[in-house]
């Protein structure tokens, strides 16, 4: 079945540093792709996604593109902030059995220190 | 703020008992979500409705089940609760059918944190 695999967290950072956390995905035919981020005591909100390949996501400084030949979608940014800790999910939407609801990876918790 | 709403925000019970989780979705919005997230399953897929019908099943046990009101609020049911069923339950709203419509974005609720002791 479809599956999601990102980087074992947690990630600490510090302030302006680059961040990367990598997602691979398995699925039958072309998922789409999401990043989902959740802050502390809230529930997920969309960070951005891409629906075919070679599209890039983007939303508040994060980046993330579909690549199909390494059926990867990992999350970028070039300069972090405080404010940007979180855990962040990578997910997909798929055509098979997963059509309509969402396969999400195990997150990957990122702390970002001043 | 999604504009879905859950409550209650909180539940404590114990083993063997019965609840309910309610859910409002986005206004507009057709299909309803329920997902589990607990520390050993993570974030897992329970149960679709489109506008009051069941569209998809996931990992939902027997014991839970769900339903879709005619005003579109929706309701999860736990029954015969055991201490795994702990866990955070998001309910997440879309205004597609989540079929054939790829990328539709599902917007999630603040969720309901269960706590079986």
């Known amino acids: 079945g479809d599956s999601v695999t990102q980087m074992e967290g947690p990630v600490t950072l510090s302030e302006e540093a680059f961040l990367t956390i990598n997602c691979t995905y398995t699925?039958?035919?072309?998922?789409?792709l999401f990043w989902y981020v959740q802050y502390p005591g809230e529930g997920l909100q969309l960070l951005l996604k891409?629906?075919?390949?070679?599209d890039k996501g983007s939303n508040k400084g994060f980046e993330a593109t579909y690549r199909k030949e390494t059926t990867s979608f990992h999350l970028e940014k070039g300069s972090v902030q405080v404010s940007d800790s979180a855990v962040y999910f990578c997910?997909?939407?798929?055509?098979?059995?997963?059509?309509?609801?969402?396969?999400f990876g195990k997150g990957t918790k990122l702390s970002v220190k001043p | 703020d999604s504009g879905v709403t859950q409550t209650p925000k909180h539940l404590i019970t114990a083993t063997g008992q019965r609840v309910t989780l309610r859910c409002s979705p986005r206004?507009?919005?057709?299909?309803v979500y329920w997902y589990q997230q607990s520390l050993d399953q993570g974030l897992q897929f329970l149960i679709q409705?489109?506008?009051?019908?069941?569209?998809a099943k996931g990992n939902i046990l027997e014991r839970f089940s769900a339903q879709q009101f005619p005003d579109l609020h929706s309701e999860l049911n736990l029954s015969s609760l055991e201490l795994g069923d702990s866990a955070l339950y998001f309910c997440?709203?879309?205004?597609?059918?989540?079929?054939?419509?790829?990328?539709?974005?599902?917007?999630f609720g603040p969720g309901t944190r269960l706590l079986v002791l």
């Open positions: 997440a709203s879309s205004d597609g059918q989540g079929r054939e419509i790829r990328g539709e974005t599902q917007y």
């Open positions: 699925a039958t035919g072309y998922p789409s």
């Open positions: 891409a629906t075919k390949a070679d």
């Open positions: 997910a997909l939407m798929g055509r098979g059995g997963s059509q309509g609801n969402l396969i």
């Open positions: 206004s507009g919005d057709l299909s």
């Open positions: 409705y489109y506008n009051g019908e069941e569209r």
